[in-house]
């Protein structure tokens, strides 16, 4: 029954979707309030589209289960960018109105899920059996509850909610690769590039051993060169810095005190009954009132109630890279997951999407009549729906249903309900009738139908985060101005080997702009208040200065170089140098040729160079022996046969070659079908590389990373 490590196994699988398939580990106890408070759950924004960080803790946790040897920092960004691909191809096929459907969904199991690469799954012949697998499916429910059998249904979990977002995607890409094909002029072109030869006698030259003759260049011929071609050579203004980082940590005694704080925060949260003044009191985040399914909390906490499901149960506290975080259950009460319900709406001028011009407080007198109405009369409810609701699309049609709402999946309706009316409650009977307020309006609303009595609990969190005391940071800052003093006139190199070997964090050499934000590598709020400072009118190289950080960090900044607006002639000589090398070799070899050499074998013995001789080249391939040179060959197609060529400069060294012979060996055009399709991969995937560079250029991106 266990199929965790077969699907482990499948890790090629990762790469081959468009949206990884995700698995929930524990987390972290430092993330736990994040999925608890809901202005920070959110990590980015693709085009006003959330990231949120349960996906993007899940996307690397996967990752790192299969990639273990790769650095954290690595797969971070790797998670990342599947994140964005995902949201941005899903928000164009949506522009499109494409959809996934039910049919979509299985056969999308069937040939694209982890689960169709498993054995145990498959018939005879190798394809997937989906009986099999629904029986698994059917089976894995039934399991009691462990760390395993958790994962798996995990597995599964992500896999039914995240597949059709790769239908969707998958739908959108296979349309904007209909009908872009290869043409058959192109196949044909390309065919015969593959089978067209030409036999060439010819020689070679290195430039390394003909140079010597012309490595001399005055310098007014630089000079002369530049002037012409100024838009190549002019240089920016740039500046080249250099980092030690002086990281804030807390010392062994700040952790022993924080350690003795939260021992006494737990006692007061256990034995005190103003749970919420208390998580206001002393909690970095605010208490949430919400009450929350099981499987709806983080892993720990769902463990932690499989034990511990009392009102009053203690959880932790437990530290995780200084964040310490202590949870108490405060409220549990039982729930219906599902209801099935109608409602009347009666909206106002001041509600979301108003049909009317009826103040806020006629609305709320007009919803209290009709209320105590149906509550004496329930037979009244339909009649009233369609007589008196606002809500038009289900008034006429439905009778004001509004289907089967989960708890989990709440609508709007039942988001920040004002009212006393407790939807899911377990206290409710059919035919329950209740009033609730909303930014809709005023809801009568009728319970129709009820199933899945279970559990939600209500949690009272406190978050603190370690940080240093003032102690500490005072010897961070002396020992910053220490190490500054010491190497005050050292040159760059001796400065950040004297800070390497005290293993301080170092970044070598970043070359800056003006009009840069962020500097790579750093990524702190100070990136432009240090740009501006390197950019200052005084500043000369070999200037340092001290930054500190929001979170205490400090940073010594060393102004390696200043490089302003003009023409470094020294800098470029290595670029222009071989260039006008080259022109001489050009012309020397260009006379010999056309005025005392006219063969092949008169240019061999002048250079006491030897002929290669019936050598067969291509345009396919271009290659000239082991070089590839395309100019060559091009020559070798469009010279004169038995003709000598003039000096041909390639890339590698100088050609003079002699076309003996061309031919081709076609066959009929029926045999390059295989060229169309070979070529049709090709361009597909050039054109789908280049649309989703595009895509992700145009978007509307933002990463939030840098604050958590």
């Known amino acids: 029954m266990n199929f965790l490590e077969k699907i482990r196994k499948n890790t090629w699988l990762v790469f081959f979707f468009i949206s990884v398939s995700l698995i929930f580990f524990v987390l972290d106890p430092n993330m736990i309030l994040r999925f608890f408070t809901e202005n920070s759950t959110i990590i980015g924004k693709v085009n006003g589209e959330n990231i949120l960080i349960k996906e993007y803790v899940d996307c690397f946790q996967f990752l790192k289960r299969f990639r273990e040897d790769e650095p954290d920092h690595y797969l971070k960004n790797d998670a990342w960018k599947l994140l964005v691909h995902e949201k941005v191809l899903n928000q164009e096929a949506k522009k499109l109105g494409i959809q996934s459907t039910k049919v979509d969904f299985w056969k999308a199991i069937e040939k694209q899920s982890i689960y169709s690469k498993i054995i145990d799954f498959q018939d005879d012949k190798g394809k997937m059996n989906m009986d099999k697998f629904k029986f698994y499916l059917k089976n894995l429910e039934k399991l009691p509850s462990t760390p395993q059998v958790e994962e798996e249904k995990n597995i599964w979990s992500y896999e ?56 001399k260049i005055k310098s007014n011929e630089i000079r002369d060169f530049i002037k012409k071609n100024k838009f190549l050579y002019k240089k920016e203004n740039l500046r080249n810095l250099s980092f030690v980082i002086f990281r804030s940590y807390p010392s062994l005694d700040d952790e022993k005190n ?6 006494k925060l737990f006692q007061k949260l256990k034995f005190s009954n103003h749970n919420s003044i208390i998580v206001s009191n002393q909690s970095e985040k605010p208490f949430d009132s919400n009450f929350y399914l099981k499987k709806d909390i983080p892993v720990v906490l769902q463990h932690f109630v499989d034990k511990n499901n009392q009102v009053g149960d203690m959880f932790g506290p437990v530290k995780e890279n200084n964040i310490y975080v202590m949870a108490k259950i405060t409220g549990k009460k039982m729930i219906y997951h599902s209801v099935l319900s109608s409602h009347i709406l009666i909206s106002h001028k001041d509600s979301v999407r108003f049909s009317n011009n009826r103040t806020k407080k006629d609305a709320e007198k007009i ?30 049609k439905n009778q004001g249903n509004l289907g089967w709402i989960k708890y989990d999946d709440q609508n709007e309706i039942f988001k920040g309900n004002k009212g006393e009316f407790d939807f899911f409650s377990s206290k409710n009977k059919k035919g329950t009738i209740g009033l609730s307020e909303t930014k809709f309006g005023y809801h009568i609303i009728r319970i129709d139908n009820i199933k899945d009595i279970k559990p939600v609990y209500q949690f009272a969190i406190i978050v603190k985060t370690l940080t240093p005391s003032k102690k500490t940071e005072d010897l961070l800052y002396r020992k910053t101005v ?13 400065f950040i080997n004297n800070a390497r070997k005290k293993r301080y964090e170092t970044i070598f050499l970043k070359e800056i702009k003006r009009s840069q934000w962020n500097i790579d590598d750093l990524n702190t709020e100070l990136d432009k208040e240090i740009i501006n400072w390197s950019y200052e009118k005084d500043r000369k ?28 002639i020294e800098e470029i000589k290595k670029n222009i140098v071989p260039l006008l090398i080259n022109k001489k070799i050009d012309y020397y070899l260009s006379n010999i040729i056309n005025n005392k050499y006219v063969s092949l074998e008169e ?77 049709n991969t090709h361009l597909r995937k050039n054109v789908l590389e280049k649309i989703g560079d595009v895509l992700i250029e145009k978007s509307n991106i933002k990463d939030h990373r840098k604050n958590i």
Do not use: C, W
Not at 482 to 494: G, T
Not at 541 to 568: A, H, M, R, W
Not at 630 to 659: C, D, M, N, Q, W
């Open 160 to 215: 039914k909610n995240s597949i059709s977002k790769r239908i969707v995607a998958k739908k959108y890409v296979e349309m904007l690769m209909y009908g872009l094909n290869t043409s058959f002029v192109e196949a044909k072109l390309n065919y015969k590039d593959k089978n067209l030869f030409s036999i060439i006698d010819y020689i070679f030259i290195p430039y390394s051993e003909i140079k010597k003759k012309y490595y």
């Open 482 to 494: 220490q190490f500054l003093k010491e190497n005050k006139n050292s040159s760059l190199n001796v």
């Open 603 to 679: 240019i061999a013995s002048r250079f006491s160079i030897k002929i290669n001789k019936y050598h067969k080249i291509n345009f396919y391939q271009s290659m000239i022996g082991t070089y590839q040179e395309p100019k060559v060959v091009g020559y070798a197609f469009s010279s004169k046969l038995h003709k000598t060529s003039k000096p041909i400069l390639g890339e590698k060294g100088v050609f003079f070659i002699r076309p003996l012979k061309r031919f081709n060996t076609y066959k009929k055009l029926s045999y390059f079908s295989d060229e169309m399709e070979s070529l």
């Open 258 to 263: 924080m350690d003795f704080k939260m021992k």
């Open 367 to 396: 919803a209290k009549t009709i209320y105590e109405i149906v509550k004496k009369n329930p037979n009244q409810f339909n009649s009233l729906v369609i007589k008196k609701s606002d809500d038009i699309r289900t008034s006429k």
């Open 541 to 568: 190289e070999g200037d340092t200065k001290i930054f500190s950080t929001s979170n205490k960090d400090y940073i010594i900044v060393f102004l390696s170089k200043i490089q302003k607006n003009g023409y470094p």
